[in-house]
Nanobody, 119 residues
Framework: QVQLVQSGGDLVQPGGSLRLSCVVS????????MGWYRQPPGKEREVVAT???????NYADSVKERFTISRDNANNTMYLQMNSLKPGDTALYFC?????????????WGQGTQVTVSS
């Protein structure tokens, strides 16, 4: 069974930094596009950043120059380095990944991790 397990959420002061991790485990043939999403309180889930298997990245305008997405293909792990955090970054953060397993490609989600930016 494929699982995405997240870690790294916390309470941090404005201007601070956090790094989120997302580890993929299970019967995996290939991991394609991966991404980070977030859902602020009372709002819809939105994309934060995505990364292809070859390392090409895209970012939401609101996080450009502050957040960095990366992945370690050898260890099936994705990261989100978040710097210069703002109260507006407060949200439940989710990772996802398109994973090929048993010849099928399917989108999997992590369990979510809370990031709170507050003084």
């Amino acid at each position: 069974q494929v699982q995405l397990v997240q870690s790294g959420g916390d309470l941090v002061q404005p201007g601070g930094s956090l790094r989120l991790s997302c580890v993929v485990s299970g019967k995996i043939a290939r991991i394609n596009l991966m991404g980070w999403y977030r859902q602020p309180p009372g709002k819809e889930r939105e994309v934060v950043a995505t990364i292809t298997s070859s390392g090409s990245t895209n970012y939401a305008d609101s996080v450009k120059e502050r957040f960095t997405i990366s992945r370690d293909n050898a260890n099936n792990t994705m990261y989100l380095q978040m710097n210069s955090l703002k109260p507006g970054d407060t949200a439940l953060y989710f990772c996802n990944a398109w994973i090929v397993s048993d010849s099928y490609s399917r989108l999997y989600w992590g369990q979510g991790t809370q990031v709170t930016v507050s003084s």
